[in-house]
């Protein structure tokens, strides 16, 4: 009877060490990590130079030891949108000539990063 005890407690135990051992609990939807920072990086030039030119944008966040926060989702937006537009994925386009700033969000933290949109300078 108290093999039986025993070989129950370490059914109901063992599971339970596995998933607190596991890999950092990232992607578990009950506990998040913070959030300490939000870097933004260009695939390509940060200078576009014609209208509909784009570049892709990442972001990454890392939390306060500086590792990885995996799974994270993000905001993206552009500080003026009749230069650079960005859409869900983080691709920027141009729309217009000038600087602006284009931000990714996740939660209450943002990184963000210069592009400029320089055009040609008509001459006859």
Not at 40 to 64: K, N, P, R, Y
Not at 90 to 99: D, F, Q, R
Request: aromatic share 4%; with cysteine; charged share 10%.
């Amino acid at each position: 009877m108290r093999k039986a005890l025993r070989a129950a407690a370490l059914l109901i135990i063992a599971p339970v060490v596995v998933c607190a051992c596991g890999s950092g609990l990232q992607g578990d939807p009950f506990f998040s990590i913070p959030v300490a920072e939000v870097q933004v990086t260009a695939a390509g030039s940060t200078t576009l130079t014609s209208i509909g030119a784009t570049v892709q944008l990442q972001a990454a966040a890392t939390d306060l030891a500086g590792n990885a926060v995996l799974s994270t989702t993000y905001t993206w937006a552009s500080s003026d949108e009749a230069v650079v537009t960005v859409n869900s994925l983080g691709l920027a386009t141009a729309v217009g000539a000038g600087p602006a700033s284009v931000s990714a969000t996740t939660g209450s933290v943002l990184g963000s990063i210069e592009l400029t949109v320089s055009l040609p300078v008509a001459t006859r």
